[in-house]
């Protein structure tokens, strides 16, 4: 499996507005189309949230069922579900849909931080919905909460079921703070850490950053965990080719970056995963499937989630 590169795809989130790209997907069927088409192209997983009227972000379970159903009916593909949400959510909130779903993997951010995407409000002249502006504005102003308790209540809540997580690193520290809950005996290798560079708030995106967010997990964790990266905007691919080839994974989608190229719009997440896919296989390496994404995450398996 070494020679295996497991892509992840994040295919709406919560950060992007439909007011910045007319290919973001919204419904539960622009959601489910672009999923079976990153599985089609070359990822293993697809990592979910949901959106309601007007592409407003929610974790009400209600709307991530029905999506959730159809892609599970139609693909063997590792659904991961947020625990994140959006940085103005509660975590009581955040949690929902993983302590519902069950599913195999959940996003877990490991630690509170600025989370800025504010600036994004400044470079949109027009804004499709009212709801946009200051939705995006308030992060200016806004902590994105993730104490000890919360990350604790989150690992313990959904661990039960026997989700393992994606441990959403965003600077050095948050690495510490898995290694304090490892210590406590509340995760179990392997850790599945990604690494996450260009948020403002967070650490950069220079290739010195990334290293040394590799060489801290080195040191920290040694052959316990599967690193992954996640390049926010422009850096998607420069990061993405860096981590394939120093032995890592990669993660794109529409949530992460809505460019396909300088200046050009990403059309769909598919078209980002059949790029990533071109480095990695141009570097000799071949992608992992679901099933063999499950064999090195330790996945329990399709058959044990609730939907």
Known sequence: MKNK???TCAITGGIHTPSMTPYLPL???DIVRESLEAVEAGAAIV?????????VPTQDPEYFKPFLEEINKKSNVVINLTTGGSPLMSVEERVQPAL???????????GSMNFAIFPAAERIKEFKFAWEKPYLEATKDVVFRNTFKDIEYILRSCGDNGTKFEFE????????TLKYFVEQ?????????QT?????????????EVAHMKRTADRLFGDDYIWSVLGAGRHQMPIAAFSAANGGNVRVGLEDSIWDGKGELATSNAVQVRRVRQIIE???????????ARQILQLKGQSNINF
């Open 27 to 29: 419904t539960a069927e």
């Open 185 to 193: 005996g509340v995760v179990k290798p392997p850790f599945f850490i």
């Open 47 to 55: 990592h979910l949230h949901a959106r309601k009227e007007e592409g």
């Open 5 to 7: 590169v497991i892509i």
């Open 100 to 110: 519902v779903f069950k599913p195999e993997l959940a996003s877990l951010n490991l």
């Open 169 to 176: 690193c965003y600077d050095t520290a948050h690495l510490h």
């Open 282 to 292: 141009g570097l000799g390496l071949e992608i992992a499937t679901p099933d063999e």
């Open 196 to 208: 996450v560079f260009g948020v403002l708030g967070g650490i950069g995106t220079h290739l010195e």
